[in-house]
Nanobody, 123 residues
Framework: QVQLVESGGGLVQVGGSLRLSCAASGRTDSTYRMAWFRQAPGDEREFVAAIRWSGGYTYYSDSVKGRFTISGEKAKNTVYLQMNSLKPDDTAVYYC????????????????WGQGTQVTVSS
């Protein structure tokens, strides 16, 4: 089992920045990829960004590319999401996820999920 705990959410004005963190614990040695998803009220959960531990390859949704940056410290089993130029559409609960397999970067079938952290962008 892997436990994921997100932190860093909050209220920010349009154009502002936030950095989310996700700390993983437990049996993390099998983790292949970490990702961030988000879910706004009334919407489906959607992929935001992912990072593959081996090689550090990163992936982004078109809606955040150029504004968000995912990074990680494998030694600390921690992943970050730096969010810049935030927009009201970025308002959502952000979830950290971990996967033990190489396929399905953007799909929801990750093996472990955190409880989520709220990000609210006010205009």
């Amino acid at each position: 089992q892997v436990q994921l705990v997100e932190s860093g959410g909050g209220l920010v004005q349009v154009g502002g920045s936030l950095r989310l963190s996700c700390a993983a614990s437990g049996r993390t040695d099998s983790t292949y990829r970490m990702a961030w998803f988000r879910q706004a009220p009334g919407d489906e959960r959607e992929f935001v960004a992912a990072i593959r531990w081996s090689g550090g390859y990163t992936y982004y949704s078109d809606s955040v590319k150029g504004r968000f940056t995912i990074s990680g410290e494998k030694a600390k089993n921690t992943v970050y999401l730096q969010m810049n130029s935030l927009k009201p559409d970025d308002t959502a609960v952000y979830y950290c996820a971990a996967k033990n397999a190489p396929y399905g970067v953007t799909s929801l079938n990750y093996d472990y999920w955190g409880q989520g952290t709220q990000v609210t962008v006010s205009s």
